[in-house]
Protein backbone atom coordinates (compact mmCIF):
# COMPACT_ATOMS: atom_id res chain seq x y z
CA UNK A 1 0.00 0.00 0.00
CA UNK A 2 0.93 3.71 -0.78
CA UNK A 3 1.07 4.66 2.96
CA UNK A 4 3.99 2.65 3.79
CA UNK A 5 6.84 4.68 1.77
CA UNK A 6 8.52 6.91 3.29
CA UNK A 7 9.33 9.74 0.66
CA UNK A 8 12.29 11.04 2.54
CA UNK A 9 13.99 8.05 2.29
CA UNK A 10 14.01 7.76 -1.58
CA UNK A 11 17.53 8.97 -3.06
CA UNK A 12 16.54 11.68 -5.54
CA UNK A 13 20.42 12.12 -6.54
CA UNK A 14 19.94 8.51 -9.03
CA UNK A 15 18.33 7.92 -12.01
CA UNK A 16 14.72 8.28 -11.78
CA UNK A 17 13.07 4.11 -11.74
CA UNK A 18 11.70 3.40 -14.68
CA UNK A 19 8.88 1.17 -13.17
CA UNK A 20 5.35 2.34 -11.70
CA UNK A 21 4.68 3.61 -9.30
CA UNK A 22 8.03 4.35 -8.06
CA UNK A 23 8.87 6.72 -10.31
CA UNK A 24 5.91 8.60 -9.24
CA UNK A 25 6.97 8.52 -5.43
CA UNK A 26 10.69 9.39 -6.96
CA UNK A 27 9.54 12.55 -8.38
CA UNK A 28 6.71 13.35 -5.16
CA UNK A 29 9.91 13.26 -3.33
CA UNK A 30 11.85 15.32 -5.66
CA UNK A 31 9.04 18.04 -5.27
CA UNK A 32 9.20 17.90 -1.77
CA UNK A 33 12.66 18.79 -1.38
CA UNK A 34 11.83 21.76 -4.16
CA UNK A 35 9.06 22.59 -2.05
CA UNK A 36 10.93 22.68 1.58
CA UNK A 37 14.19 24.40 0.30
CA UNK A 38 11.35 27.30 -1.68
CA UNK A 39 9.96 27.61 2.26
CA UNK A 40 13.26 27.74 3.83
CA UNK A 41 14.41 30.79 1.43
CA UNK A 42 11.66 32.25 1.49
CA UNK A 43 10.14 32.23 4.99
CA UNK A 44 6.47 30.73 4.03
CA UNK A 45 4.90 27.72 2.90
CA UNK A 46 3.67 26.92 -0.52
CA UNK A 47 0.11 26.22 -0.78
CA UNK A 48 -1.74 24.84 -3.69
CA UNK A 49 -5.68 24.49 -4.65
CA UNK A 50 -7.59 22.01 -6.85
CA UNK A 51 -10.72 23.00 -8.44
CA UNK A 52 -12.92 19.79 -9.68
CA UNK A 53 -15.49 20.72 -11.97
CA UNK A 54 -16.87 17.94 -13.21
CA UNK A 55 -18.79 14.20 -12.15
CA UNK A 56 -17.54 11.63 -9.57
CA UNK A 57 -14.86 10.51 -11.48
CA UNK A 58 -13.41 13.70 -11.49
CA UNK A 59 -13.61 14.54 -7.77
CA UNK A 60 -12.00 11.14 -7.58
CA UNK A 61 -9.22 12.18 -9.42
CA UNK A 62 -9.01 15.70 -7.57
CA UNK A 63 -8.56 13.68 -4.43
CA UNK A 64 -5.85 11.78 -6.57
CA UNK A 65 -3.92 15.17 -7.45
CA UNK A 66 -4.63 16.49 -3.78
CA UNK A 67 -2.86 13.24 -2.12
CA UNK A 68 0.08 14.48 -4.52
CA UNK A 69 0.06 17.59 -3.89
CA UNK A 70 0.29 16.97 -0.07
CA UNK A 71 2.49 14.77 -0.28
CA UNK A 72 4.90 17.25 -2.48
CA UNK A 73 4.76 19.48 0.64
CA UNK A 74 1.80 21.70 -0.35
CA UNK A 75 -0.25 23.38 2.26
CA UNK A 76 -3.82 22.67 0.57
CA UNK A 77 -6.15 25.66 0.22
CA UNK A 78 -9.24 25.85 -1.38
CA UNK A 79 -8.60 29.60 -2.21
CA UNK A 80 -7.51 30.65 -5.76
CA UNK A 81 -4.79 32.60 -5.33
CA UNK A 82 -2.87 30.00 -4.13
CA UNK A 83 0.60 29.22 -5.12
CA UNK A 84 -0.33 26.25 -7.77
CA UNK A 85 -4.29 26.03 -9.29
CA UNK A 86 -5.20 23.20 -10.63
CA UNK A 87 -8.32 23.17 -12.61
CA UNK A 88 -9.62 19.53 -13.32
CA UNK A 89 -11.91 20.05 -16.22
CA UNK A 90 -15.47 18.75 -17.39
CA UNK A 91 -16.29 18.92 -21.45
CA UNK A 92 -19.67 16.63 -21.20
CA UNK A 93 -21.49 20.12 -21.86
CA UNK A 94 -20.48 23.10 -23.46
CA UNK A 95 -21.25 25.03 -20.73
CA UNK A 96 -18.74 23.27 -19.01
CA UNK A 97 -16.17 24.63 -21.20
CA UNK A 98 -17.20 28.28 -21.23
CA UNK A 99 -16.88 27.91 -17.33
CA UNK A 100 -13.22 27.03 -17.54
CA UNK A 101 -12.21 29.39 -19.76
CA UNK A 102 -13.95 32.44 -17.39
CA UNK A 103 -12.17 30.86 -14.38
CA UNK A 104 -9.01 31.23 -16.38
CA UNK A 105 -9.41 34.64 -16.88
CA UNK A 106 -9.70 35.40 -12.74
CA UNK A 107 -6.83 33.00 -12.02
CA UNK A 108 -4.71 35.31 -14.44
CA UNK A 109 -5.71 38.41 -12.40
CA UNK A 110 -4.34 36.35 -9.50
CA UNK A 111 -1.23 35.35 -10.93
CA UNK A 112 -0.36 39.20 -11.81
CA UNK A 113 -0.41 40.13 -8.21
CA UNK A 114 1.90 36.83 -7.16
CA UNK A 115 4.47 35.78 -9.43
CA UNK A 116 5.12 32.23 -7.95
CA UNK A 117 1.86 30.94 -9.28
CA UNK A 118 1.38 27.96 -11.46
CA UNK A 119 -1.85 27.24 -13.10
CA UNK A 120 -2.47 23.91 -14.55
CA UNK A 121 -5.13 22.17 -16.37
CA UNK A 122 -6.21 18.64 -16.87
CA UNK A 123 -9.19 16.41 -16.82
CA UNK A 124 -11.70 15.81 -19.86
CA UNK A 125 -11.41 19.31 -21.73
CA UNK A 126 -7.59 18.45 -22.45
CA UNK A 127 -8.45 15.62 -24.30
CA UNK A 128 -9.78 17.96 -27.27
CA UNK A 129 -7.26 19.46 -29.62
CA UNK A 130 -8.98 22.53 -30.35
CA UNK A 131 -9.30 23.30 -26.58
CA UNK A 132 -5.25 23.04 -26.34
CA UNK A 133 -4.71 25.50 -29.81
CA UNK A 134 -7.07 27.78 -28.20
CA UNK A 135 -5.29 27.78 -24.75
CA UNK A 136 -1.66 28.34 -26.11
CA UNK A 137 -3.20 31.07 -28.43
CA UNK A 138 -4.78 32.89 -25.83
CA UNK A 139 -4.14 31.58 -22.27
CA UNK A 140 -0.39 31.55 -22.45
CA UNK A 141 -0.24 32.30 -19.16
CA UNK A 142 -1.23 28.21 -18.31
CA UNK A 143 1.85 26.44 -17.04
CA UNK A 144 0.92 22.91 -16.95
CA UNK A 145 -1.71 20.81 -19.13
CA UNK A 146 -2.16 17.23 -18.74
CA UNK A 147 -5.36 14.89 -20.13
CA UNK A 148 -7.22 12.08 -18.39
CA UNK A 149 -4.94 8.90 -19.70
CA UNK A 150 -1.50 10.28 -17.66
CA UNK A 151 -2.87 11.44 -14.79
CA UNK A 152 -1.45 8.71 -12.86
CA UNK A 153 2.06 10.68 -14.16
CA UNK A 154 1.42 14.44 -12.37
CA UNK A 155 4.37 14.10 -9.96
CA UNK A 156 6.92 14.14 -12.79
CA UNK A 157 5.01 16.49 -14.73
CA UNK A 158 4.84 19.16 -11.72
CA UNK A 159 8.56 18.70 -11.31
CA UNK A 160 9.16 19.20 -14.65
CA UNK A 161 7.30 22.30 -14.32
CA UNK A 162 9.50 23.26 -10.98
CA UNK A 163 12.34 22.67 -12.49
CA UNK A 164 11.22 24.76 -15.98
CA UNK A 165 10.21 28.18 -17.02
CA UNK A 166 7.86 27.14 -20.39
CA UNK A 167 4.62 25.62 -20.80
CA UNK A 168 4.89 22.02 -20.24
CA UNK A 169 1.73 20.13 -22.69
CA UNK A 170 1.58 16.25 -22.16
CA UNK A 171 -1.56 15.22 -24.28
CA UNK A 172 -1.77 10.97 -24.30
CA UNK A 173 -4.41 9.78 -27.12
CA UNK A 174 -5.18 6.55 -24.84
CA UNK A 175 -3.51 4.30 -22.54
CA UNK A 176 -3.91 0.60 -21.14
CA UNK A 177 -2.39 1.26 -18.10
CA UNK A 178 -4.04 1.28 -14.82
CA UNK A 179 -1.14 2.29 -12.21
CA UNK A 180 -2.02 1.45 -8.94
CA UNK A 181 -0.74 2.57 -5.41
CA UNK A 182 -0.43 6.34 -6.02
CA UNK A 183 -1.31 9.10 -2.74
CA UNK A 184 -5.10 10.10 -2.33
CA UNK A 185 -6.52 12.60 -0.14
CA UNK A 186 -10.19 12.28 0.33
CA UNK A 187 -12.52 15.16 1.29
CA UNK A 188 -14.72 13.35 3.53
CA UNK A 189 -13.02 10.95 5.99
CA UNK A 190 -15.93 8.98 6.24
CA UNK A 191 -17.00 8.03 2.69
CA UNK A 192 -14.98 7.62 -0.84
CA UNK A 193 -15.13 6.94 -4.03
CA UNK A 194 -13.49 4.29 -5.67
CA UNK A 195 -12.35 3.78 -9.67
CA UNK A 196 -13.52 0.05 -10.76
CA UNK A 197 -13.07 1.12 -14.04
CA UNK A 198 -12.11 4.03 -17.18
CA UNK A 199 -13.04 4.79 -20.06
CA UNK A 200 -16.33 3.85 -22.14
CA UNK A 201 -17.21 1.35 -25.17
CA UNK A 202 -20.62 2.59 -25.87
CA UNK A 203 -20.22 5.56 -28.12
CA UNK A 204 -24.13 7.38 -27.70
CA UNK A 205 -23.65 9.09 -30.65
CA UNK A 206 -24.28 12.88 -28.64
CA UNK A 207 -21.41 12.17 -25.99
CA UNK A 208 -17.72 12.98 -25.58
CA UNK A 209 -16.82 10.75 -23.42
CA UNK A 210 -15.42 7.82 -25.16
CA UNK A 211 -13.39 10.11 -27.41
CA UNK A 212 -12.03 12.06 -23.92
CA UNK A 213 -11.44 8.95 -21.62
CA UNK A 214 -10.83 6.57 -24.19
CA UNK A 215 -11.63 2.55 -23.98
CA UNK A 216 -13.12 0.36 -21.21
CA UNK A 217 -10.31 -0.47 -18.27
CA UNK A 218 -11.48 -2.92 -15.27
CA UNK A 219 -9.28 -2.74 -12.15
CA UNK A 220 -8.35 -6.30 -10.72
CA UNK A 221 -11.26 -6.69 -8.50
CA UNK A 222 -8.23 -8.24 -6.04
CA UNK A 223 -6.64 -4.07 -6.14
CA UNK A 224 -10.14 -2.95 -5.67
CA UNK A 225 -10.89 -5.18 -2.92
CA UNK A 226 -7.23 -4.17 -1.30
CA UNK A 227 -7.94 -0.56 -1.26
CA UNK A 228 -11.62 -0.98 0.30
CA UNK A 229 -9.83 -2.81 3.15
CA UNK A 230 -7.23 -0.19 3.15
CA UNK A 231 -10.37 2.49 3.35
CA UNK A 232 -12.17 0.56 6.00
CA UNK A 233 -8.78 0.93 8.31
CA UNK A 234 -8.96 4.17 7.35
CA UNK A 235 -12.47 5.25 8.91
CA UNK A 236 -14.32 4.80 5.90
CA UNK A 237 -18.10 3.13 5.98
CA UNK A 238 -19.38 4.32 2.80
CA UNK A 239 -18.39 3.70 -0.77
CA UNK A 240 -19.24 4.50 -3.94
CA UNK A 241 -17.45 2.29 -7.08
CA UNK A 242 -17.16 4.37 -10.00
CA UNK A 243 -17.43 4.01 -13.96
CA UNK A 244 -19.02 5.48 -16.79
CA UNK A 245 -20.90 1.94 -17.30
CA UNK A 246 -20.49 -0.61 -14.06
CA UNK A 247 -22.78 -3.03 -15.70
CA UNK A 248 -19.83 -4.20 -18.02
CA UNK A 249 -17.18 -4.39 -15.19
CA UNK A 250 -14.76 -7.20 -15.27
CA UNK A 251 -15.55 -8.48 -19.20
CA UNK A 252 -12.25 -7.85 -20.25
CA UNK A 253 -10.40 -8.88 -17.50
CA UNK A 254 -7.61 -11.85 -18.38
CA UNK A 255 -10.06 -13.58 -15.57
CA UNK A 256 -13.29 -12.26 -16.49
CA UNK A 257 -15.86 -11.12 -13.54
CA UNK A 258 -19.21 -10.23 -13.51
CA UNK A 259 -20.32 -6.43 -11.86
CA UNK A 260 -22.82 -8.43 -9.56
CA UNK A 261 -19.78 -11.09 -8.12
CA UNK A 262 -17.81 -7.93 -7.74
CA UNK A 263 -20.47 -6.69 -5.58
CA UNK A 264 -20.79 -9.64 -3.94
CA UNK A 265 -16.74 -9.83 -2.94
CA UNK A 266 -17.38 -6.40 -2.01
CA UNK A 267 -19.98 -6.96 0.97
CA UNK A 268 -18.23 -9.45 2.31
CA UNK A 269 -15.47 -6.95 3.80
CA UNK A 270 -16.20 -6.41 7.15
CA UNK A 271 -16.56 -2.90 8.36
CA UNK A 272 -18.44 -1.53 5.19
CA UNK A 273 -21.57 -0.48 6.00
CA UNK A 274 -23.21 1.07 2.99
CA UNK A 275 -21.90 0.52 -1.01
CA UNK A 276 -23.45 2.26 -3.59
CA UNK A 277 -22.46 2.90 -7.41
CA UNK A 278 -22.60 4.88 -10.84
CA UNK A 279 -23.48 4.75 -13.19
CA UNK A 280 -25.39 2.06 -14.74
CA UNK A 281 -26.27 1.64 -18.67
CA UNK A 282 -29.80 0.10 -19.23
CA UNK A 283 -28.46 -2.41 -21.79
CA UNK A 284 -26.35 -3.56 -19.60
CA UNK A 285 -28.39 -4.22 -16.15
CA UNK A 286 -28.21 -7.71 -15.35
CA UNK A 287 -31.00 -10.22 -13.70
CA UNK A 288 -28.04 -11.44 -11.16
CA UNK A 289 -27.47 -7.77 -10.37
CA UNK A 290 -30.86 -7.28 -9.26
CA UNK A 291 -30.42 -10.30 -7.35
CA UNK A 292 -27.63 -9.14 -5.88
CA UNK A 293 -28.95 -5.95 -4.77
CA UNK A 294 -31.88 -7.61 -3.37
CA UNK A 295 -30.20 -9.67 -1.08
CA UNK A 296 -27.55 -7.59 0.14
CA UNK A 297 -27.70 -5.65 3.61
CA UNK A 298 -25.56 -3.49 2.68
CA UNK A 299 -25.80 -1.98 -1.11
CA UNK A 300 -27.72 0.93 -1.04
CA UNK A 301 -31.58 1.05 -2.09
CA UNK A 302 -30.73 3.64 -5.23
CA UNK A 303 -30.17 3.27 -8.91
CA UNK A 304 -29.28 5.77 -11.61
CA UNK A 305 -30.41 4.37 -14.46
CA UNK A 306 -29.71 7.19 -17.28
CA UNK A 307 -32.96 7.06 -19.77
CA UNK A 308 -31.71 10.08 -22.00
CA UNK A 309 -34.81 9.95 -24.26
CA UNK A 310 -38.20 7.86 -23.80
CA UNK A 311 -38.82 7.64 -27.64
CA UNK A 312 -37.37 4.81 -29.13
CA UNK A 313 -36.81 6.30 -32.58
CA UNK A 314 -34.53 8.99 -30.50
CA UNK A 315 -33.18 6.48 -28.26
CA UNK A 316 -32.04 4.27 -31.86
CA UNK A 317 -30.69 7.60 -33.06
CA UNK A 318 -28.86 8.35 -29.60
CA UNK A 319 -27.36 4.43 -29.97
CA UNK A 320 -28.41 3.65 -26.34
CA UNK A 321 -29.61 -0.03 -27.65
CA UNK A 322 -32.27 -0.38 -25.57
CA UNK A 323 -36.07 0.59 -26.81
CA UNK A 324 -38.61 2.84 -24.74
CA UNK A 325 -40.32 -0.70 -23.96
CA UNK A 326 -37.78 -2.74 -22.74
CA UNK A 327 -36.56 0.13 -20.37
CA UNK A 328 -40.25 0.64 -18.78
CA UNK A 329 -39.51 -3.48 -18.09
CA UNK A 330 -36.70 -2.94 -16.70
CA UNK A 331 -37.56 -0.22 -14.06
CA UNK A 332 -40.87 -2.31 -13.22
CA UNK A 333 -38.29 -5.01 -12.77
CA UNK A 334 -36.18 -3.15 -10.36
CA UNK A 335 -39.64 -1.91 -8.84
CA UNK A 336 -41.22 -5.04 -8.00
CA UNK A 337 -37.81 -6.73 -7.11
CA UNK A 338 -36.79 -3.85 -4.67
CA UNK A 339 -39.79 -2.10 -3.79
CA UNK A 340 -37.62 0.47 -1.52
CA UNK A 341 -35.62 1.26 -4.22
CA UNK A 342 -35.42 4.57 -5.65
CA UNK A 343 -34.65 5.13 -9.22
CA UNK A 344 -32.90 8.42 -10.42
CA UNK A 345 -31.73 9.13 -14.34
CA UNK A 346 -30.42 11.22 -16.85
CA UNK A 347 -32.62 12.94 -20.00
CA UNK A 348 -31.36 15.03 -22.35
CA UNK A 349 -33.81 17.32 -24.45
CA UNK A 350 -33.65 18.53 -28.39
CA UNK A 351 -31.55 16.15 -29.41
CA UNK A 352 -31.36 16.49 -33.26
CA UNK A 353 -34.78 15.14 -34.85
CA UNK A 354 -36.27 15.18 -31.31
CA UNK A 355 -39.67 16.20 -31.98
CA UNK A 356 -42.84 17.51 -29.69
CA UNK A 357 -44.42 14.00 -30.14
CA UNK A 358 -40.93 12.61 -29.06
CA UNK A 359 -40.46 14.73 -25.96
CA UNK A 360 -44.24 13.64 -25.12
CA UNK A 361 -43.18 9.82 -25.21
CA UNK A 362 -40.10 10.90 -22.45
CA UNK A 363 -42.36 12.93 -20.20
CA UNK A 364 -44.73 9.99 -20.23
CA UNK A 365 -41.99 7.30 -19.10
CA UNK A 366 -41.14 9.85 -16.47
CA UNK A 367 -44.31 9.49 -15.18
CA UNK A 368 -45.00 5.66 -15.54
CA UNK A 369 -41.60 5.18 -13.84
CA UNK A 370 -42.30 7.88 -11.45
CA UNK A 371 -38.50 8.67 -11.32
CA UNK A 372 -37.51 9.52 -7.66
CA UNK A 373 -34.81 12.40 -8.91
CA UNK A 374 -33.88 12.99 -12.41
CA UNK A 375 -31.03 15.17 -13.88
CA UNK A 376 -32.32 16.99 -16.97
CA UNK A 377 -29.62 18.58 -19.52
CA UNK A 378 -30.50 20.44 -22.61
CA UNK A 379 -28.72 18.81 -25.69
CA UNK A 380 -25.17 20.69 -26.33
CA UNK A 381 -23.32 19.79 -29.77
CA UNK A 382 -19.93 18.01 -29.35
CA UNK A 383 -17.52 18.41 -32.25
CA UNK A 384 -16.62 14.82 -33.12
CA UNK A 385 -19.53 13.04 -31.57
CA UNK A 386 -21.98 11.52 -34.88
CA UNK A 387 -24.92 13.66 -33.48
CA UNK A 388 -22.76 17.01 -34.02
CA UNK A 389 -22.94 16.11 -37.75
CA UNK A 390 -26.72 15.55 -37.89
CA UNK A 391 -28.47 17.78 -39.91
CA UNK A 392 -32.23 18.23 -38.27
CA UNK A 393 -30.75 20.06 -35.06
CA UNK A 394 -33.97 21.19 -32.96
CA UNK A 395 -35.00 25.02 -32.99
CA UNK A 396 -33.49 26.61 -29.41
CA UNK A 397 -37.12 27.95 -28.88
CA UNK A 398 -38.61 24.25 -28.82
CA UNK A 399 -35.61 22.87 -26.61
CA UNK A 400 -36.50 25.78 -24.31
CA UNK A 401 -40.11 24.91 -24.18
CA UNK A 402 -39.72 21.25 -24.13
CA UNK A 403 -37.05 21.59 -21.29
CA UNK A 404 -39.42 23.31 -18.81
CA UNK A 405 -42.24 20.93 -19.85
CA UNK A 406 -40.42 18.13 -18.94
CA UNK A 407 -38.52 19.76 -16.01
CA UNK A 408 -42.25 20.55 -13.87
CA UNK A 409 -43.10 16.82 -14.59
CA UNK A 410 -40.00 15.40 -13.44
CA UNK A 411 -40.15 17.56 -10.09
CA UNK A 412 -43.90 16.76 -9.76
CA UNK A 413 -42.90 12.86 -9.80
CA UNK A 414 -39.67 13.40 -7.23
CA UNK A 415 -41.74 14.98 -4.92
CA UNK A 416 -44.22 12.66 -4.70
CA UNK A 417 -41.80 9.78 -4.78
CA UNK A 418 -39.54 11.53 -1.53
CA UNK A 419 -43.28 12.49 0.12
CA UNK A 420 -43.93 8.51 0.44
CA UNK A 421 -41.38 8.14 3.25
CA UNK A 422 -43.17 11.02 5.82
CA UNK A 423 -43.26 9.38 9.20
CA UNK A 424 -41.14 6.83 8.55
CA UNK A 425 -37.40 5.94 10.45
CA UNK A 426 -34.80 5.04 8.56
CA UNK A 427 -30.93 5.01 9.15
CA UNK A 428 -29.11 8.10 7.77
CA UNK A 429 -25.27 8.54 7.26
CA UNK A 430 -24.95 12.42 9.23
CA UNK A 431 -22.11 13.87 6.10
CA UNK A 432 -21.81 17.41 7.91
CA UNK A 433 -23.22 20.28 9.51
CA UNK A 434 -25.80 21.72 7.49
CA UNK A 435 -24.87 25.04 5.50
CA UNK A 436 -27.10 27.36 6.51
CA UNK A 437 -28.37 26.36 10.40
CA UNK A 438 -25.20 25.23 12.10
CA UNK A 439 -27.48 23.92 14.71
CA UNK A 440 -28.35 21.44 12.58
CA UNK A 441 -26.23 18.14 10.23
CA UNK A 442 -27.09 16.80 6.84
CA UNK A 443 -27.77 12.94 6.31
CA UNK A 444 -28.45 10.83 3.52
CA UNK A 445 -30.67 8.10 3.15
CA UNK A 446 -29.67 4.79 1.96
CA UNK A 447 -32.02 5.67 -0.75
CA UNK A 448 -29.81 9.02 -1.70
CA UNK A 449 -32.35 11.10 0.33
CA UNK A 450 -31.44 14.22 2.13
CA UNK A 451 -32.42 14.94 5.84
CA UNK A 452 -31.56 17.58 8.07
CA UNK A 453 -31.77 16.65 11.79
CA UNK A 454 -30.60 18.83 15.20
CA UNK A 455 -27.44 17.50 16.00
CA UNK A 456 -23.69 18.74 16.42
CA UNK A 457 -20.44 17.32 15.15
CA UNK A 458 -19.97 14.21 17.08
CA UNK A 459 -22.54 13.03 14.62
CA UNK A 460 -20.42 13.19 11.25
CA UNK A 461 -19.69 10.10 9.79
CA UNK A 462 -21.94 8.29 11.96
CA UNK A 463 -25.13 6.43 10.76
CA UNK A 464 -28.06 6.82 13.03
CA UNK A 465 -31.72 6.23 12.99
CA UNK A 466 -33.59 9.44 11.90
CA UNK A 467 -37.24 9.71 12.24
CA UNK A 468 -38.68 11.83 9.24
CA UNK A 469 -40.93 13.69 10.11
CA UNK A 470 -41.43 16.88 7.38
CA UNK A 471 -41.45 16.31 3.31
CA UNK A 472 -40.11 19.91 2.00
CA UNK A 473 -40.17 18.49 -1.69
CA UNK A 474 -36.67 16.93 -2.20
CA UNK A 475 -35.39 16.81 1.46
CA UNK A 476 -36.38 16.06 5.06
CA UNK A 477 -36.29 17.52 8.19
CA UNK A 478 -36.18 15.03 10.92
CA UNK A 479 -35.06 14.34 14.15
CA UNK A 480 -32.52 11.67 15.49
CA UNK A 481 -34.16 8.62 17.06
CA UNK A 482 -31.44 6.28 17.89
CA UNK A 483 -27.31 7.14 18.21
CA UNK A 484 -26.30 3.00 18.90
CA UNK A 485 -25.21 2.22 15.16
CA UNK A 486 -23.46 -0.86 17.11
CA UNK A 487 -26.42 -2.34 17.17
CA UNK A 488 -27.14 -2.19 13.60
CA UNK A 489 -24.80 -4.37 10.96
CA UNK A 490 -26.34 -2.38 7.99
CA UNK A 491 -26.48 1.14 6.67
CA UNK A 492 -30.23 0.13 4.89
N1 LIG B 1 -25.54 17.15 -24.28
C1 LIG B 1 -26.32 17.15 -23.17
N2 LIG B 1 -26.21 16.27 -22.20
C2 LIG B 1 -25.26 15.31 -22.32
N3 LIG B 1 -24.91 14.28 -21.52
C3 LIG B 1 -23.89 13.63 -22.09
N4 LIG B 1 -23.56 14.20 -23.27
C4 LIG B 1 -24.41 15.25 -23.44
C5 LIG B 1 -24.58 16.23 -24.45
N5 LIG B 1 -23.83 16.23 -25.56
C6 LIG B 1 -25.61 13.96 -20.28
C7 LIG B 1 -26.20 12.56 -20.32
C8 LIG B 1 -25.32 11.81 -19.36
C9 LIG B 1 -24.92 12.88 -18.39
C10 LIG B 1 -23.71 12.58 -17.57
O1 LIG B 1 -24.69 14.00 -19.20
O2 LIG B 1 -27.51 12.63 -19.84
O3 LIG B 1 -25.98 10.73 -18.75
FE1 LIG C 1 -17.06 15.48 -17.26
FE2 LIG C 1 -17.99 13.29 -18.31
FE3 LIG C 1 -15.41 13.60 -17.99
FE4 LIG C 1 -17.01 13.23 -15.91
S1 LIG C 1 -16.55 11.79 -17.51
S2 LIG C 1 -15.37 14.67 -16.06
S3 LIG C 1 -18.83 14.35 -16.60
S4 LIG C 1 -16.74 14.75 -19.32
Known amino acids: MYNEIDLDKIDINTEPPTEEPARQHYFMAKCRKWVKDFEQKNGRLLQACVVNMGCQMNARDSEKLTGILRNAGYQITEDERADFVILNTCTVRDNANQKVY ?18 ALCGCMMQEAAVIEKIKKSYSFVDLIFGTHNIFKFAELLWTL ?51 RGRER ?6 IIREIQ ?13 GQNVNSYGKNLTNPISFAELLRRVEQIEGIKRIRFMTSHPKDLSDELIEVMKHSRK ?12 STQILEQMNRRYTREQYLELAEKIRREIPDIAITTDIIVGFPGETPKDLEETIDVVRRVKFDNAFTFIYSKRTGTPAAAMENQVPEAQVKAGFDRLLKVVQETAREQVSKHQGKVLDALIEGINENDDTMVTGRLSNNTIV ?41
Not at 218 to 223: A, H, K, L, M, T
Not at 235 to 242: D, N, Q, S
Not at 299 to 310: A, E
Not at 465 to 477: A, K, P, Q, R, T
Request: aromatic fraction near 8%; charged fraction near 25%; hydrophobic fraction near 35%.
Open 102 to 119: GRLGELNGHKRRNPEMKI
Open 162 to 212: LASERMIIDIWQDTDKIVEALPVERKYPFKSGINIMFGCNNFCSYCIVPYV
Open 218 to 223: SREPED
Open 230 to 242: GLVSDGVVEIMLL
Open 299 to 310: ICRHLHLPLQSG
Open 452 to 492: HVPGDESLIGRIVSVSLDECHGFYYIGHVTDLNEQKRETGQ
